[in-house]
C-alpha cells in the first residue's frame, strides 16, 4: 500500500531558488536560537535578521500573507535592534 504524500509548499523541482532559501534561512534560525540561549549578543541578532530577511523574500514569492505580515515585523524588530546597538543608547 503506498500513500501519495501532497504538500502545499512549492516543490525544489519547481522553484529551487525559493527552496534553498527557505531552508537556509531555516537553519540561520536555529543557529540564532544557539546563539540567543548561549547569549552571544549582538550575533544571535544578526542571525535571526537573516533569518527573518530569508523567509520574508520567501513568504513574498509564495504570496503568503501571514507569512509577510509576521517576518516583515520580525525584520521591522531587527532593524531597530539594530540602531539601538550602534547607537550606543
Known sequence: MTHDIKTSTPLKEHHE?????KWASSIIIVLAM??????LY???????????AGWLWVSIKWN????I?????????FLNGFVVFFKGT
Open 17 to 21: 531558488l525559493v527552496w534553498y532559501v
Open 34 to 39: 544557539i546563539a540567543t540561549t548561549n547569549n
Open 42 to 52: 549582538p550575533w544571535n541578532m544578526f542571525l535571526q535578521a537573516a533569518g527573518c
Open 64 to 67: 503568503d500573507r501571514a507569512l
Open 69 to 77: 505580515v509576521v517576518n516583515a515585523v520580525a525584520c521591522a524588530i
